[in-house]
C-alpha cells in the first residue's frame, strides 16, 4: 500500500512559478512510476507529467511541455513538479498518482493522493 500526499499548491500570479511536492510512504516508491494529473472545474482530469522509477525517463503534455519539470528523489520518497510561466488555464487541482504501469492515463495508475490546488490568477 502506497500513500500520497501533495503539497505546494496556492495562488499565485501568471508568469509566476510555484513547486508541487508529493511524499509518498511505503517501501515500494522506488520501483513505481509517478505521475501528475490536474482536474480544472468542470473538466475531466488530464495527464501532466510522469518520471519513471528510475528517473531516467519523463513526458509531458503538450500544454505543459517547456514549462513544467517533473523530477524525483527516491531517498526522500518524493516527487516534484516545477511549473515555471504559469497561466490562467493551469488553474486545477493537482493529483500525484503512483503505479507499476504509469502512462499518460489514469488507468496507468494504482494509488492516488487527495490534490493540492494551484491558482493562477491573470
Known amino acids: 500500500q502506497v500513500q500520497l500526499v501533495e503539497s505546494g499548491g496556492r495562488l499565485v500570479q501568471a508568469g509566476g512559478s510555484l513547486r508541487l511536492s508529493c511524499a509518498a510512504s511505503?517501501?515500494?516508491?522506488?520501483?513505481?512510476?509517478m505521475g501528475w494529473f490536474r482536474q480544472a472545474p468542470g473538466k475531466e482530469r488530464e495527464f501532466v507529467a510522469a518520471i519513471s522509477w528510475s528517473g531516467a525517463s519523463t513526458r509531458y503534455a503538450s500544454s505543459v511541455k517547456g514549462r513544467f519539470t517533473i523530477s524525483r528523489d527516491n531517498a526522500k520518497n518524493t516527487v516534484y513538479l516545477q511549473m515555471n510561466s504559469l497561466k490562467a488555464e493551469d488553474t486545477a487541482v493537482y493529483y500525484c498518482?503512483?503505479?507499476?504501469?504509469?502512462?499518460?492515463?489514469?488507468?496507468?495508475?494504482?494509488?492516488w493522493g487527495q490534490g493540492t490546488q494551484v491558482t493562477v490568477s491573470s
Open positions: 511505503g517501501r515500494t516508491f522506488s520501483t513505481l512510476t
Open positions: 498518482a503512483a503505479g507499476y504501469l504509469g502512462g499518460d492515463y489514469g488507468s496507468g495508475y494504482d494509488y
